[in-house]
């Protein structure tokens, strides 16, 4: 089955500076990557996805890159803000509506004023 | 409008009892999911179902055993409660022909 590490385990800036998270997959089948921001007790929430036909995507301060030949994709965060701190995970899946999304361990961002 | 919702948001029992906990989704997606987060935020899927029909049952415990008596309804069922079911139970749901995801709010399972 599949397998997604994440990294770091940990990430503190300091307000305005960029942050990145970087994830590996392991199922070359895998097309679909979406990653979730967890909020201290709240919900995952769906921020921003990429599928495989695409190698870059952006919105606004977010952007996420797609290297499907080094299966790694990366999260990154410009001109972070402390409203940025929370938990973020990377995850992969086939995206047929029946497999299901792997998730990486989750990074603990921290953005300092 | 909550559009994934769960109840109860907190659930506090002993160990042995039998709790359920209830998940809506009013987005008409087909597919919903049960995961849980543990005390180290890990996200680990437990159940899917699409259109009512169990697809993905990983490796629970059969004290474990949701029931969905329509699309837009999954539930969880553990009997004998343990220490090691303390967790946080998510509910999520997806449309057709799609693995993204929305997560209901969360119910904070707590075995004393």
């Known amino acids: 089955g599949e397998n997604v590490e994440q990294h770091p385990s940990t990430l503190s800036v300091q307000e305005g500076d960029s942050a990145v998270i970087k994830c590996t997959y392991s199922d070359s089948a895998s097309n679909y990557f979406p990653w979730y921001k967890q909020e201290l007790g709240k919900r995952p929430q769906l921020i921003i996805d990429i599928r495989s036909n695409v190698g870059e995507k952006k919105d606004q301060r977010i952007a996420v890159t797609l290297n499907k030949t080094a299966k790694h994709f990366s999260l990154h965060i410009t001109e972070t803000q402390p409203e940025d701190s929370a938990v973020y995970f990377c995850?992969?899946?086939?995206?047929?509506?029946?497999?299901?999304?792997?998730f990486g361990k989750g990074t603990m961002l921290l953005v300092s004023p | 409008d909550t559009a994934v919702s769960q109840t109860p948001k907190y659930l506090v029992t002993q160990m042995g009892n039998d709790k359920s906990i209830k998940c809506e989704q009013n987005?008409?997606?087909?597919?919903m999911y049960w995961y849980k987060q543990d005390s180290k935020k890990f996200l680990k899927i437990m159940f899917s179902y699409n259109n009512k029909e169990l697809i993905i049952n990983e490796t629970v415990p059969n004290r474990f055993s949701p029931k969905s008596p329509d699309k837009a309804h999954l539930n969880l069922h553990i009997n004998s409660l343990e220490l090691g079911d303390s967790a946080v139970y998510f509910c999520?749901?997806?449309?057709?022909?799609?693995?993204?995801?929305?997560f209901g709010p969360g119910t904070r399972l707590t075995v004393l």
């Open positions: 995850a992969a899946s086939i995206d047929s509506g029946y497999s299901t999304l792997t």
């Open positions: 999520a749901s997806s449309p057709q022909g799609t693995d993204t995801q929305y």
């Open positions: 987005l008409g997606h087909d597919t």
